[in-house]
């Protein structure tokens, strides 16, 4: 293990970021893990690890909520919109604060790929509404 | 409510929980998974894995002062529950019941 560094300020502003976009009450802990690690110069993918950090969350609170409350209308629109604005979010703080590192350039494809199956899983989840209304809808003779 | 069985990434977590008693938060969690395996873990994935154990009422946390060392924020402290120590002794029996004579067929003579 390295000697623990000074978090620059761009990490700060990273962490702040962790800190609103992952589900409560667990942002404020994940953020100092990611805070002492970075101190630890055990990882230098500063920006990966939050955004996995964040996206592991995201989706473990989407499955607890699918299983739990058993709400698989309203979640896929929900859950996707979520995720969507929270990777939107964070890249933005990204691209707005942190110095990248060259050799761990962000994982643009993984942003792509989220943005692409959360817009899929918010339309899945508004058709399937919008089919079981039309299903179990009166016949308009009777409404 | 019967005790449940742990996944296999869930058994991990549980027995780094176990030995790291009392200081077992997700930075010392994921340093004492990828110290005795050979598996890289992701912070990310440890947390998931911890808030469903919680859930499951296999864990308890609690959160700790805030340290200048991580930027002002607290740790979440984890501990195993009664509950999850027999869970933990529920699936390495099973694991274990599922071994018995197969050591010659996997090469573990």
């Known amino acids: 293990m390295r000697e623990p560094a000074p978090l620059t300020r761009g990490d700060a502003r990273l962490l702040a970021a962790v800190t609103w976009l992952v589900p409560a009450p667990y942002g404020d802990a994940i953020a100092g893990d990611l805070a002492e690690t970075w101190a630890a110069g055990e990882s230098d993918a500063h920006a990966s690890d939050a955004i996995d950090a964040v996206g592991q969350c995201w989706g473990a609170l989407g499955a607890r909520v699918v299983t739990r409350h058993r709400a698989p209308l309203a979640v896929g629109a929900v859950f996707g919109a979520c995720t969507h604005l929270g990777a939107w979010a964070l890249w933005r703080a990204i691209l707005a604060h942190v110095p990248l590192r060259a050799d761990h350039p962000p994982h643009l494809a993984w942003m792509l790929g989220t943005s692409i199956v959360a817009a899929a899983i918010a339309a899945l989840g508004w058709q399937l509404g919008s089919a079981m209304r039309a299903r179990t809808a009166p016949p308009e003779s009777l409404a | ?109």
């Open chain 2, 1 to 109: 409510m019967s005790t449940p069985y742990l996944g296999d990434f869930e058994m991990l977590v549980a027995l780094a929980v176990a030995r790291l008693a009392p200081d077992a938060y997700g930075v010392s969690i994921q340093r004492e998974i990828t110290a005795r395996t050979p598996r890289s873990v992701t912070l990310g994935a440890v947390y998931a894995t911890l808030v469903r154990l919680e859930d499951k009422r296999l864990l308890a946390a609690s959160d700790s002062a805030p340290t200048g060392e991580r930027g002002g924020r607290s740790r979440r402290v984890y501990t195993l529950t009664a509950a999850g120590k027999k869970a933990i002794a529920r699936s390495h029996d099973a694991v274990r019941r599922m071994m018995d004579g197969l050591e010659t067929a996997l090469g573990h003579a």
